[in-house]
T-cell receptor, first 113, second 115 residues
């Protein structure tokens, strides 16, 4: 089945130690998104790629970066994780026409110790 | 930017009772609207979506929602709640002003189903 896969499902990192979360898709969708969801809150968009074009949300901290080496993969890099960055990170994809639907991965739960 | 407001952060119903989760939207253009469900430590699963076709939209697991332009609402309903429906529900709108049509989510409603 075509899908969005996030690895790992659970990630523990040390305070200040760089960490990378990965997302892959077999849907061949043009757009890939990264959302941050803190406990009991709604998902918040960090940034997205439309093909190779990177779009950063205005309030996304500089600590968060992203890479999309090809259509299938997208990475979220947190350069110096703080305790406040502990959250569920959700990857999603869509075609350009958003009404056709978005597909979410199962998420990566990040813990910072 | 387009946005949605979910009324009620927690809703409790008895098993077999009607489920009603409320969502109102704010949009300057005809919106694309979605309902997602999230179980603990899981990603988001699409329940249903409105994309300007039929105003009554049927989704998975017996859920449906009606788009009412006059009320700017897109409430989610299910005639008879099951224990397995207990989860977090998010209403979302697709922001067409953004080149990537990003989703803007409501704050979520936690549904509790009691025996």
């Amino acid at each position: 089945d075509a899908m969005v896969i996030q690895n790992p499902r659970y990630q523990v990192t040390q305070f200040g130690k760089p960490v990378t979360l990965s997302c892959s898709q077999t849907l061949n969708h043009n757009v890939m998104y990264w959302y941050q969801q803190k406990s009991s809150q709604a998902p918040k968009l960090l940034f997205h790629y439309y093909d190779k074009d990177f779009n950063n949300e205005a309030d996304t901290p500089d600590n968060f970066q992203s890479r999309r080496p090809n259509t299938s993969f997208c990475f979220l890099d947190i350069r110096s994780p703080g305790l406040g960055d502990a959250a569920m990170y959700l990857c999603a994809t869509s075609r350009v026409e958003g009404g056709l639907g978005y597909t979410f991965g199962s998420g990566t739960r990040l813990t910072v110790v | 930017a387009q946005s949605v407001t979910q009324l009620g952060s927690h809703v409790s119903v008895s098993e077999g009772a009607l489920v009603l989760l409320r969502c109102n939207y704010s949009s300057s253009v005809p919106p694309y609207l979605f309902w997602y469900v999230q179980y603990p430590n899981q990603g988001l699963q699409l329940l249903l979506k409105y994309t300007s076709a039929a105003t009554l939209v049927k989704g998975i697991n017996g859920f449906e929602a009606e788009f009412k332009k006059s009320e700017t609402s897109f409430h989610l309903t299910k005639p008879s709640a099951h224990m397995s429906d207990a989860a977090e529900y998010f209403c979302a709108v697709s922001d067409r002003s953004n080149s990537g049509y990003a989703l803007n989510f409501g704050k979520g409603t936690s549904l509790l189903v009691t025996p």
